[in-house]
């Protein structure tokens, strides 16, 4: 069944610094998607980049495919305290419409 | 504004007592969602539905029940055969007419089992 892994599992940085997260996954694709999630909240969705897109941007955040890796990245450029958060991926499985979630990446942004 | 509005955002429960979360939606959206979330893990799919008076089991649907009688609502019930209820309980919908398959979440309701 499709499973998603990300890694690291937490990441501590500076403010001003970039993030990169990265998530694997195992059974094909057609998109794959990236949700925020504030403590305690529930998730908000970030950017969605389709099997057919190698990149995509979104004001700081940045997101990579790489299907023949079955492997995807997060960056968040200049990184703020307003940051910290944890980050996941999500990809379609199953034949309805369901989003399977990775592990996530607990994100700690120091002032 | 349009969303999806859970509650109670915090419920405490004695072993042995059924609890109903309450989820609705004004998006006007088919599929709607239930996930659990245990700390510092990922989301696991407890039940779905794409249609009203039709919904499926999930990875993780023992122990749970739902309904779907109206396309706004879509309650979840945890029962006593949940031997492990205390999470935090996510619900979310997904629109399906020209969709890119984007979630929306709730702000969750947090189960503790006392």
């Known amino acids: 069944s499709q499973q998603g892994e990300e890694d690291p599992q937490a990441l501590s940085i500076q403010e001003g610094e970039n993030a990169t997260m990265n998530c694997s996954y195992k059974?094909?694709?057609?998109?794959l998607q990236w949700y925020r999630q504030n403590s305690g909240r529930g998730l908000v969705h970030l950017i969605l980049i389709r099997s057919n897109e190698r990149e995509k941007h979104s004001g700081r955040l940045r997101v990579t495919l790489d299907t023949s890796k079955k492997s995807s990245s997060l960056l968040i450029t200049a990184s703020r305290a307003a940051d910290t958060a944890s980050y996941f991926c999500?990809?379609?499985?199953?034949?309805?419409?369901?989003?399977?979630f990775g592990s996530g990446t607990q994100l700690t942004v120091l002032p | 504004d349009g969303g999806i509005t859970q509650s109670p955002k915090y419920l405490f429960r004695k072993e042995g007592q059924n609890v109903t979360l309450s989820c609705e939606q004004n998006?006007?959206?088919?599929?709607m969602y239930w996930y659990r979330q245990d700390p510092g893990q990922g989301l696991r799919l407890i039940y779905y539905?794409?249609?009203?008076?039709?919904?499926q089991k999930g990875d993780i649907a023992e122990g749970y029940s739902v309904s779907r009688e109206k396309k706004e609502s879509f309650p979840l019930t945890v029962t006593s055969a949940q031997k492990n209820p205390t999470a935090f309980y996510l619900c979310?919908?997904?629109?399906?007419?020209?969709?890119?398959?984007?979630?929306?979440f709730g702000e969750g309701s947090r189960l503790t089992v006392l």
């Open positions: 979310a919908s997904m629109g399906t007419s020209g969709h890119t398959g984007e979630l929306f």
């Open positions: 999500a990809m379609p499985s199953g034949s309805a419409r369901q989003l399977t």
């Open positions: 059974t094909s694709i057609n998109n």
């Open positions: 998006l006007n959206h088919d599929a």
């Open positions: 539905s794409q249609i009203v008076n039709d919904f």
